[in-house]
């Protein structure tokens, strides 16, 4: 798999500081160190393996890209692990753009953030739409929408680096052919 795009790393360590924390304080407990009580140990194994297993999601979740190639496919990583893969014939172009972001700054005004746009073809029908979480983007009308919060930062230059990279594929499945 060649990763296009990846997701944010710094949402993802961020989001990571409260279940390690959590972690380490049921393990505390779990020892005995703030009461020799059962049901304090107990307790403290319970939150020591469930902030764990949170934990663990994150550090798989941070090894996911957002876009990736595999294939003659476009691994589109918008919903839960499942990447959605487009075929690579029906991607014709990326470009930037921008969106809310579904967070309010102190006024209670969304913020705006850029985004990724992938434009699919018109003759692909069957992926006009696609179901995916919307903190993470939109899928409609042949256009998906992934929201620069949840990918690295997203500049020309890294959008340009994208349409360079498909158009080589389409030459290469061009001449395959």
């Known amino acids: 798999?060649?990763?296009?795009?990846?997701?944010?790393?710094?949402?993802?360590?961020?989001?990571?500081?409260?279940?390690a924390n959590l972690t380490i304080l049921g393990m505390v407990?779990?020892?005995?160190?703030?009461s020799p009580i059962a049901a304090v140990r107990i307790t403290g194994i319970?939150?020591?393996?469930a902030?764990?297993?949170?934990?663990?999601?994150?550090?798989w979740n941070i090894r996911l890209p957002r876009l990736a190639y595999e294939d003659g496919h476009l691994l589109v990583y918008l919903r839960n692990i499942r990447p959605i893969a487009v075929p690579i014939q029906y991607v014709e172009c990326f470009f930037l753009g921008q969106t809310t972001t579904l967070?309010?700054?102190r006024s209670g005004n969304e913020i705006d953030a850029q985004t990724v746009v992938v434009r699919l073809a018109e003759?692909?029908?069957?992926?006009?739409?696609?179901?995916?979480?919307?903190?993470?983007?939109?899928?409609?009308?042949?256009y998906i929408t992934i929201r620069g919060m949840w990918c690295e930062p997203l500049t020309i230059q890294r959008v340009n680096q994208l349409n360079r990279?498909?158009?080589?594929i389409h030459r290469q499945l061009q001449s395959e052919a």
């Open 165 to 168: 990279r498909l158009a080589e």
């Open 51 to 59: 902030a764990g297993c949170v934990w663990t999601v994150f550090l």
């Open 46 to 49: 319970g939150l020591a393996i």
């Open 103 to 105: 967070v309010q700054d």
């Open 29 to 34: 407990a779990a020892a005995g160190v703030f």
């Open 123 to 142: 003759s692909a029908t069957q992926w006009e739409r696609c179901e995916v979480k919307p903190s993470l983007g939109s899928w409609c009308d042949g």
């Open 1 to 19: 798999m060649e990763c296009w795009l990846r997701n944010n790393h710094r949402v993802m360590l961020l989001g990571m500081i409260l279940p």
